[in-house]
């Protein structure tokens, strides 16, 4: 059993960056694919980054250059620094963790401003 808690969300204008953490409880963190999905309102939830167990990296096109996910799986703990924000990445950012089942955290908010 994993809980996932998020933290670091927040208003930012555009062009600025945030840093978001999720911290995993329970034991065996580095054996689960983690990622970070977001929702914006009136949209379905849509992955935003992930990383595997052995490290390789996946993210969508629309962040690619300007967000980086990271693992620490001493601290069990996943990162998702973001530079050069836009209003359209503007939503409910989620920590997502997987291995049998999915664990979901409760969401943290970025809002950017223009």
């Known amino acids: 059993q994993v809980q996932l808690v998020e933290s670091g969300g927040g208003l930012v204008q555009a062009g600025g960056s945030l840093r978001l953490s999720c911290a995993a409880s329970?034991?065996?963190?580095?054996?689960?694919?983690v990622a970070w999905h977001r929702q914006a309102p009136g949209k379905q939830r849509e992955l935003v980054a992930a990383?595997?167990?052995?490290?390789?990296?996946n993210y969508a096109d629309s962040v690619k250059g300007r967000f980086t996910i990271s693992r620490d799986n001493s601290k069990n703990t996943v990162n998702l620094q973001m530079i050069s924000l836009k209003p359209e990445d503007t939503a409910v950012y989620y920590c997502?963790?997987?291995?049998?089942?999915?664990?979901w955290g409760q969401g943290t908010q970025v809002t950017v401003s223009s």
């Open positions: 997502y963790a997987r291995k049998w089942r999915e664990y």
């Open positions: 329970g034991s065996g963190f580095s054996t689960y694919f």
């Open positions: 990383v595997t167990t052995g490290g390789s990296l």
